[in-house]
């Protein structure tokens, strides 16, 4: 009985279920069923393998190239810039439509690639190692196209276009390049856009390879705003980066704001009107290396910089236009820019001068507000004193004066020898008081950069004794450092004249004459008076998205009283019987006061020291609104040149003609 349950339970084919009376067992109708099964499987294998052979084995090749030429690319459409237009609205600096010759890398033959790009590179007229960098520069996506020329001529566009095979990956595409109408007029302020380098692009965020941008004047200090925002368009390629088909736009760009500076547009052509008037002025004077110069003009109640000249200047179309090739290579080659006397340089804010006698005002404020002297104490002026151990000679600009004067009148007069003395003053004040002449003319933003909005300025020099240690060692001059090193009687009695080592900028001066203007405020120098939506040319509509909000005038620490005395010496400068500029200024519609200055400079070419002239006032008298400083490079006495240049100034923003703009030899 035992065995026959072990061979019950051998044949079963599943565990006995309790319910049923006999267990499961492998019938031939449950065979059958699962060898339908089985075969079912098996042939669906054999589709699934069948159909892989057939498209790996007989349509992989084309799949392949489907798969190869439905790659979509992203690229990056370039906003149109904004404007930038001046406080009334007249346009300085707009857009123009042009033709732009690109380069797609990869599409170049591998076989005569060099050749390919050599050929491109003469027609273009570019030189073959630029184009050759700009491929190494973008090798790492040699699927994006590169800009090897803007603004192509049209007969290189035509011929490019009728021999297209012969150009592998060069495309011809519309785009938009900077239009400069005014040509040279404002090109400092306004600056000029370029290629991004590499040095920028590492600096700068949300910038990529190829990107124009602003790289001076207001170009680039507010690129931020005028760049707008970039488009996007797709396009389809192959895998080697050819193009198939035409790109779709899937994002519009958005033009760059508008950027409406203080500048005024008429008063900015008067002031280099002015400059090259003083030049000429000059020049009839036997002034023959009198070649450039600088004019600021400010409103000293706010800091507003309404004329902001320098001469020589530059086309900033020369950078867009090949036609103007010439043009810029006064501007990128350091030799050929030496023969025209550097027309890239900004000289009212990069120019650096010594200020002559326009420094005495701030001399003389210093040396009351120390106790050197009061407003009204006198000092002789002579034609000459001695100074020193070796009694060495300092002379009055004219030997024609012989008298005791209050500051007011020594102003008036611009006697050196008054000056010389409180320099001297300075000089023997005790160590424990520092150096409270500097301390002072650093108060009111010498040595240091004004903060312009538009940048490249220069902090100019405020010599300091310190100053003179630290430049002149053993190891720069073995032979003369023990003597040069030294803080010498000579250094402040010319520093009290605005000679010698101290150099400063027009565009310094301009501020500090605003702040006598403006009763003893320091204000901020700025050129950006709002941005604005773009608005094309209707711009009375156009709506302010940002204001420049300047930062209110800061008090200088001025006394009242010694202020009162600059003013009154100020107009009687160009006022009084022997004021320096009264020949210019005494009959002039609008009350005028000013000083002129005559400052030596070593000039190369000319081989000795040669005048810098000059002139920096306010008017009106009463309510000052309009500060202005002029000088005249190697223009001899400052009545000679800068002051009738000045005038010219004046005359175009009071819209009044009176005065005398004829030279006048005074300091």
């Not at 021999?163 to 302020?189: C, E, K, N, W």
């Not at 003893?520 to 711009?539: D, K």
């Not at 000039?603 to 309009?626: F, K």
Request: proline share 8%; hydrophobic share 40%.
């Amino acid at each position: 009985m035992a065995s026959t349950d072990y061979r019950a339970r051998a044949r079963s084919f599943l565990p006995r279920d309790p319910r049923v009376a006999e267990p499961y067992r492998l019938t031939p109708r449950l065979a059958f069923r699962i060898g339908i099964l089985g075969a079912l499987a098996l042939a669906a294998f054999a589709l699934l393998v069948l159909r892989l052979w057939a498209l790996q084995v007989l349509s992989g090749d084309e799949y392949l190239r489907v798969a190869q030429n439905n790659q979509l690319r992203r690229i990056r459409v370039e906003a149109p810039r904004g404007q930038v237009i001046d406080r009334h609205g007249k346009l300085l600096v707009d857009n123009a439509k042009a033709t732009s010759v690109q380069l797609w890398p990869a599409q170049l033959p591998k076989d005569a690639r060099y050749r390919a790009v050599r050929r491109i590179a003469r027609v273009l007229g570019v030189p073959l190692a630029e184009v050759l960098r700009k491929i190494e520069r973008q090798k790492q996506d040699p699927v994006t196209p590169i800009t090897l020329k803007e603004n192509v001529p049209d007969e290189v566009v035509r011929f490019l276009l009728e021999r297209q095979m012969d150009f592998p990956g060069v495309a011809v595409r519309d785009t938009g390049i900077r239009r400069y109408p005014l040509g040279d007029l404002a090109s400092h302020v306004v600056g000029h856009v370029g290629e991004i380098t590499k040095t920028q692009l590492k600096e700068l965020e949300g910038y990529r390879l190829g990107d124009r941008i602003g790289q001076r004047g207001a170009e680039a200090a507010f690129d931020r705003f005028l760049r707008g925002r970039p488009g996007l368009q797709r396009l389809r390629i192959d895998s080697s980066g050819r193009p198939r088909g035409d790109p779709v736009t899937v994002q519009d760009p958005v033009d760059g704001d508008t950027v409406r500076l203080t500048l005024d547009l008429e008063l900015q052509r008067a002031a280099e009107d002015a400059i090259e008037y003083g030049i000429g002025l000059a020049h009839e004077n036997d002034n023959w290396y009198a070649d450039g110069g600088a004019a600021v003009a400010l409103d000293p109640r706010n800091g507003e910089v309404l004329a902001l000249a320098s001469l020589p200047t530059y086309d900033p179309g020369a950078y867009v236009n090949p036609r103007k090739r010439g043009e810029l290579a006064k501007l990128v080659n350091k030799s050929i820019a030496a023969r025209h006397n550097y027309p890239g340089l900004n000289r009212a804010v990069e120019g650096l001068y010594p200020p002559g006698s326009t420094f005495k005002p701030i001399t003389a404020l210093a040396a009351i507000q120390e106790g050197v002297i009061g407003p009204y104490d006198t000092l002789p002026c002579v034609p000459v004193l001695y100074y020193g151990r070796d009694r060495h000679p300092f002379r009055n600009w004219t030997p024609n004066v012989n008298q005791a004067m209050d500051l007011p009148t020594a102003l008036e007069h611009s006697c050196d020898t008054y000056f010389y003395e409180l320099g001297y003053k300075f000089y023997k004040l005790p160590a424990t008081r520092g150096h409270p002449f500097q301390e002072w003319a650093a108060r009111w933003g010498f040595g240091r950069p004004t903060g312009l909005d538009i940048g490249g300025e220069l902090p100019g020099l405020l010599p300091t004794p310190e100053w003179r240690v630290r430049t002149f060692t053993k190891e720069r001059f073995p032979n003369t450092w023990q003597l040069d090193s030294l803080w010498k009687p000579g250094d402040s009695i010319q520093l009290a004249i605005g000679q010698k080592d101290l150099l400063v900028t027009p565009l310094q001066m301009a501020r500090f004459y605003a702040t006598i203007a403006n009763g003893g405020r320091l204000v901020q120098p700025h050129l950006l008076r709002w941005i604005e939506e773009s608005a094309g040319r209707n711009r009375a509509t156009a709506h302010v998205r940002r204001r420049y909000i300047a930062p209110p005038p800061r008090e200088s620490g001025i006394d009242p009283g010694a202020l009162s005395a600059v003013q009154q010496g100020l107009y009687a400068a160009t006022h009084g019987t022997n004021g320096t500029s009264t020949r210019v200024f005494g009959t002039f519609e609008v009350d005028v006061a000013g000083k002129t200055g005559t400052a030596e400079k070593f000039v190369p070419a000319a081989g000795r020291h040669v005048d810098q002239s000059w002139w920096c006032g306010y008017g009106p008298v009463e309510e000052p609104t309009l500060t202005v400083c002029v000088v005249i490079e190697n223009g001899g006495f400052g009545g000679e040149a800068a002051a009738p240049a000045a005038l010219k100034i004046f005359q175009r923003y009071f819209n009044e003609q009176g005065g005398n703009p004829s030279p006048v030899p005074a300091d």
